[in-house]
């Protein structure tokens, strides 16, 4: 698996989940994390997300561990893969409050670029982000992310509209570091 400086990407084992059911229980981490609304999932609601993660051929997921230890700290990976046409979603939360603003989402995006243009040989990786995101859109940009449209008002937050970014990044764009 994918390895840098700090971080690995690796399967999501049994013993993650306990951890990941937290994440998907704090609002705040959802706020961010997806434009579905931020509501508390059940076990049993995160258990079958991850569960269709695992069957369907349009997606992967990996845990994000810091290097020498099985502790999860996030998870990242790509839906919506389209292998015909070798495009796919990019997706990062890091659920670690502990470990937020250390740098790691930029490291897990690296390692998934990496993983998405050279394993999976895909030819365009894009993602979506909220407005408000401000510290994923930087590092989104960072790592070469062109802005290509915008979902107008298309999320709902305490009462507030706010737009949904579209970023995509073509692999002849792509520089490994």
């Known amino acids: 698996m ?10 999501i084992e049994k013993y993650d989940m306990n951890i990941i059911y937290k994440w998907f229980e704090d609002s705040e981490f959802l706020k ?32 994000v561990k810091i290097n020498n230890s099985s ?10 893969i389209i292998a ?15 470990q937020r603003g250390r740098g790691y989402g930029k490291e897990a995006l690296n390692l998934l670029l990496r993983y998405g243009f050279e394993d999976m040989n895909l030819h365009r990786i894009q993602l979506n982000v909220l407005e408000f995101n401000i510290s994923a859109i930087k590092i989104y940009e960072g790592a070469g992310f062109k802005m290509e449209g915008t979902f107008r008002e298309f999320v709902l937050r305490n ?9 995509g990044l073509l692999k002849s764009e792509w520089k490994s570091e």
């Open 159 to 167: 009462d507030k509209r706010y737009d949904l970014l579209l970023y």
């Open 84 to 98: 015909e046409n070798g495009v796919a979603t990019l997706f990062i939360g890091i659920g670690s409050k502990e």
């Open 2 to 11: 994918y390895k840098s400086e700090n971080l690995h990407l690796s399967k």
């Open 71 to 80: 502790e999860i700290i996030g998870i990242a990976g790509f839906d919506d």
């Open 32 to 63: 961010y994390y997806d434009y579905m609304p931020p509501v508390p999932q059940t076990r049993a609601e995160v258990d079958k997300t991850f569960s269709d993660y695992e069957k369907k051929d349009e997606s992967k997921v990996f845990a």
